[in-house]
T-cell receptor
């Protein structure tokens, strides 16, 4: 049972490049979400999903795209990277009734 | 909209002392949940404790307890007998029950335990 895994752990992009951050969980959790953490701040919700085929926007969705084709995977796509997207990105999952969200180890992204 | 406020950017405590980390929240919902997470320097988010808005007893998990004062909208984390390993960032967060499990986080408190 690997829990929530994220790849890559580190990434450097140039402005305008696109990329996909991968997130997978093996706990059969319905709910998955993406957060970003900027220096000196708490986490902010980007997008979330309550099940395969269902996604919705969080607090800071602009510049990001998601899809959920399977229960296990929830990739986050940066369409055209900007320096403002330099951040640490966390993926989380839980059951819809759980009082605990399980977080992945994070991806540190730098956009030059 | 929900909001979490953590007014202590940093705290310094002597080892073995108890420490209280402050958290106030704002919501118009009647049903909600409050969480505390620990983030050590390695960066992972570690769930510590949960309190439901209708729970009559304060939540406890080992050395962690949540001092829940609903009328004052506060949910302070109390760590008893602090240890060097407790040095970390601590985040308070809340979730409503109307939708999916969307967490709103505070800005965090950096706790340093001195030997």
């Amino acid at each position: 049972n690997a829990g929530v895994t994220q790849t890559p752990k580190f990434q450097v992009l140039k402005t305008g490049q696109s990329m996909t951050l991968q997130c997978a969980q093996d706990m059969n959790h319905e709910y998955m979400s993406w957060y970003r953490q900027d220096p000196g701040m708490g986490l902010r919700l980007i997008h979330y999903s309550v099940g395969a085929g269902i996604t919705d926007q969080g607090e800071v969705p602009n510049g990001y795209n998601v899809s959920r084709s399977t229960t296990e995977d929830f990739p986050l796509r940066l369409l055209s990277a900007a320096p403002s997207q330099t951040s640490v990105y966390f993926c989380a999952s839980s059951t819809t009734s759980s009082n605990e969200q399980f977080f992945g180890p994070g991806t540190r992204l730098t956009v030059l | 909209a929900q909001k979490i406020t953590q007014t202590q950017p940093g705290m310094f405590v002597q080892e073995k002392e108890a420490v209280t980390l402050d958290c106030t929240y704002d919501t118009s919902d009647q049903s909600y949940g409050l969480f505390w997470y620990k983030q050590p320097s390695s960066g992972e988010m570690i769930f510590l404790i949960y309190q439901g808005s209708y729970d009559e007893q304060n939540a406890t998990e080992g050395r962690y307890s949540l001092n829940f004062q609903k009328a004052r909208k506060s949910a302070n984390l109390v760590i008893s007998a602090s240890q060097l390993g407790d040095s970390a960032m601590y985040f308070c967060a809340m979730r409503d029950y109307q939708g999916a499990q969307k967490l709103v986080f505070g800005q965090g408190t950096r706790l340093t335990i001195n030997p």
